[in-house]
């Protein structure tokens, strides 16, 4: 039997292979844990190179002339979190970028369903961060409202566990006056630490979350990172994390 991983990032993937690590812990971590009769299919989704482009543009154009700017590596962080969620988010009619990043999601979750990776009906895990944990939630609304796809993977008719990290899904949802309807996974775990400022609680949006989410506070990164926001890019090889996700995993 074949489980299929799909990986979504958030701001700062730090490269195409940014899930590598991940991966790699979580196949040890099942493995010891007795499920080797599994076989872990992962595949990443790689979405922030269709923004960059207009990200650094944006910044050479506020840049240029000899513009005096303070915190200049605070401003790209936030050009980087708060640029590419405005950007990413339909407007007046154009959806050129959700169209593109959704794509990217489609055709990650093609390759996941192709006989020779995961199978066409092989249950599916989603693991998101930060935005990507809103991009997810995004394309799984519009599936499970128009499902479309060859296999039951794509259609998301698989869809068993959503594992979200440092998710701001909370404030996205403040554009709904009582904070939208959750997508359906059978399970989802949200991560949060309570030092990261970008990720939120998720389980008392309202009731309907409520019933779905568990939310688990933890606490990653060193001691350099993990008493400050910082903390937000570190939950990819948290060791609680990858733990919990595995003991979820380890009971198909």
Same mark, same amino acid.
């Given at each position: 039997?074949?489980?299929?991983?799909?990986?979504?990032?958030? #701001?700062?993937?730090?490269?195409?292979?940014?899930?590598?690590?991940?991966?790699?812990?979580?196949?040890?971590?099942?493995?010891?844990?007795?499920?080797?009769?599994?076989?872990?299919?992962?595949?990443?989704? #790689?979405?922030?190179?269709?923004?960059?482009?207009?990200?650094?543009?944006?910044?050479?154009?506020?840049?240029?002339?000899?513009?005096?700017?303070?915190?200049?590596?605070?401003?790209?962080? $936030?050009?980087?979190?708060?640029?590419?969620?405005?950007?990413?988010?339909?407007?007046?009619?154009?959806?050129?970028?959700?169209?593109?990043?959704?794509?990217?999601?489609?055709?990650?979750?093609?390759?996941?369903?192709?006989?020779?990776?995961?199978?066409?009906?092989?249950?599916?895990?989603?693991?998101?961060?930060?935005?990507?944990?809103?991009?997810?939630?995004? $394309?799984? %609304?519009?599936?499970?409202?128009?499902?479309?796809?060859?296999?039951?993977?794509?259609?998301?008719?698989?869809?068993? %566990?959503? $594992?979200?990290?440092?998710?701001?899904?909370?404030?996205?949802?403040?554009? $709904?006056?009582?904070?939208?309807?959750?997508?359906?996974?059978?399970?989802?775990?949200?991560?949060?630490?309570?030092?990261?400022?970008?990720?939120?609680?998720?389980?008392?949006?309202?009731?309907?979350?409520?019933?779905?989410?568990?939310?688990?506070?933890?606490?990653?990164?060193?001691?350099? #990172?993990? %008493?400050?926001?910082?903390?937000?890019?570190?939950?990819?090889?948290?060791?609680? #994390?990858?733990?919990?996700?595995?003991?979820?995993?380890?009971?198909?």
């Amino acid at each position: 039997m074949k489980l299929a991983i799909l990986i979504i990032h958030g #701001v700062s993937h730090h490269g195409n292979n940014y899930a590598d690590n991940t991966i790699e812990l979580l196949k040890k971590r099942y493995t010891k844990m007795g499920g080797a009769s599994i076989d872990l299919i992962a595949e990443s989704v #790689v979405w922030s190179p269709l923004i960059e482009p207009t990200e650094k543009k944006l910044w050479n154009n506020m840049t240029q002339g000899g513009a005096e700017m303070d915190f200049t590596r605070l401003r790209r962080f $936030f050009i980087n979190f708060l640029g590419e969620a405005i950007a990413y988010q339909p407007v007046l009619g154009r959806k050129d970028l959700y169209d593109k990043i959704h794509g990217e999601i489609k055709r990650t979750l093609t390759k996941l369903a192709h006989h020779d990776s995961a199978g066409p009906n092989a249950p599916l895990c989603v693991i998101a961060h930060s935005l990507g944990s809103v991009i997810m939630s995004n $394309f799984m %609304w519009d599936l499970q409202k128009t499902p479309v796809g060859e296999t039951s993977l794509e259609r998301g008719e698989t869809f068993k %566990w959503y $594992f979200t990290m440092g998710s701001p899904l909370a404030i996205w949802n403040l554009r $709904f006056s009582d904070f939208s309807t959750p997508i359906s996974p059978e399970n989802w775990i949200n991560f949060y630490d309570k030092d990261d400022i970008f990720g939120f609680p998720l389980s008392n949006l309202n009731q309907q979350y409520n019933k779905l989410v568990i939310d688990k506070e933890i606490d990653v990164g060193n001691i350099l #990172v993990n %008493w400050n926001p910082l903390s937000h890019m570190c939950y990819w090889t948290d060791g609680d #994390v990858i733990n919990t996700i595995v003991d979820y995993l380890i009971k198909i």
